[in-house]
């Protein structure tokens, strides 16, 4: 027994971890670790040399950027005639000058009227510029397709029937016009309060004709110097005939369209010039049967006789405040996806607004839309309308605000 247990003894003591043996383990998992590391290091140098190479190619773009602002700028101007080598230009600012040409530019293109870029030190042609319409004209409300319907349209029955008629008709059946020996008229002049729908009306037989809508606030062609409003307007009418079938609209043309006077200042000429070259365009020394025009003003008394003659403006529709029916028409347009609760009566609300533009109606919508959603409501209820009608009728008489028979009547 003793020598069996002597044995066993032994083979327990072989068994033992010994110091060298725990001292290799130690390096193991060290090694390991320190393998672990160096490939996260790798990963980590990788990502860093390739986030190196992107800001070295972001700073070269910012150093060309900056060359680029650091050069002196181009003066545009207009080719006039080619002169052997050279060629005559007119400048920005409208002076003429015999200049050189960069050989690597095709001769082909360089004709007269084109536009070019200018050196601004030699005044030499640079480059070729491809036709480009003013920043104005071509930033104006350009749509191919306005989405404004008539549908959308309430209280207008009448507008929209003659509005049919002179802009609508012509571009859809041009050839009826011609059967009968008839010139199709060129344009509608809009009249009316503030808010009545004369801009959606011009929109909708845009829609309507699938014609583009360049909208215009008279205003912007209202400008400083000599020649660059009535600059502008061609290019306006220029754009319109190369996207034609198209309706120009110019909302508020009493900025440029007021009665002429003898006593005016330099601003008040160049404004008249404008007015002038607009006449010019309408009456079309090219044919003009794929632009219609259409303007809206609230202060028609202000606007000169010789742009409301026929021939130009063939026709002037009154878009009046709408009357109850009008109104009724207005709100259940307005609301037709509004959850509305039981107790509300539009007819009844339709009364109460007598004197309310669509714009008025369509604000007291929204003024009760809001409290019903500040209250967690599900639906609008006639509270709110009671509610809302209140404010709205209290910004009505409220002096600061403009007054309706004040701006027409």
């Not at 010019?280 to 609230?298: H, L, P």
């Not at 509270?383 to 007054?403: F, G, T």
Request: proline letters at 5%; hydrophobic letters at 40%; glycine letters at 8%.
């Amino acid at each position: 027994m003793s020598g069996s247990s002597s044995a066993s003894d032994r083979a327990e003591g072989d068994e033992q971890i010994t110091p060298d043996r725990v001292q290799q383990i130690d390096l193991g998992t060290r090694f390991e670790e320190l393998t672990s590391l160096s490939q996260e290091l790798l990963t980590e140098k990788l990502f860093l040399e390739n986030e190196c190479a992107q800001l070295k190619k972001r700073v070269s773009r910012l150093d060309e950027e900056i060359r680029s602002l650091k050069e002196p700028p181009f003066i545009v101007g207009n080719l006039q005639d080619l002169v052997g080598d050279e060629a005559i230009v007119r400048s920005s600012n409208g002076t003429i000058f015999q200049v050189s040409v960069n050989q690597r530019l095709d001769r082909d293109l360089l004709k007269p009227g084109a536009r070019v870029s200018l050196n601004q030190d030699t005044l030499a042609i640079i480059d070729i510029l491809s036709d480009g319409w003013d920043p104005l004209v071509s930033s104006s409300e350009v749509l191919e397709k306005p989405t404004t319907t008539f549908a959308q349209i309430g209280g207008a029955t009448e507008q929209i029937a003659s509005l049919k008629q002179a802009i609508e008709l012509p571009l859809l059946k041009p050839d009826a016009f011609r059967k009968m020996g008839l010139e199709p008229p060129k344009g509608v002049l809009l009249t009316g309060p503030p808010g009545t729908g004369k801009t959606m009306l011009a929109r909708a037989v845009a829609n309507s004709t699938s014609a583009t809508f360049l909208g215009l606030v008279g205003s912007e062609l209202a400008q400083k110097y000599i020649g660059e409003g009535g600059r502008m307007v061609r290019e306006l009418f220029d754009l319109a005939r190369e996207k034609a079938p198209s309706i120009i609209f110019i909302d508020e043309i009493d900025a440029i369209g007021s009665k002429r006077l003898d006593s005016s200042t330099s601003g008040d000429r160049e404004v008249q010039r404008t007015l002038m070259q607009l006449l010019a365009e309408m009456d079309g020394f090219d044919s003009v049967d794929d632009v219609k025009i259409i303007a809206a003003t609230n202060r028609p008394e202000l606007l000169d006789k010789a742009l409301l003659r026929p021939g130009r403006f063939d026709r002037i529709i009154e878009v009046d405040l709408p009357d109850i029916t009008g109104r009724l028409a207005i709100l259940e347009i307005l609301t037709k996806q509004t959850p509305l609760a039981s107790d509300v009566k539009l007819k009844q609300l339709a009364r109460n607004t007598d004197g309310f533009s669509g714009a008025e109606l369509k604000s007291l919508i929204m003024e009760a839309g809001m409290l019903a959603i500040e209250n967690d409501a599900d639906s609008l209820p006639q509270s709110n309308l009671n509610e809302a009608l209140s404010i709205i009728e209290k910004a009505r008489k409220d002096p600061i605000r403009a007054n309706h028979e004040g701006l027409y009547g």
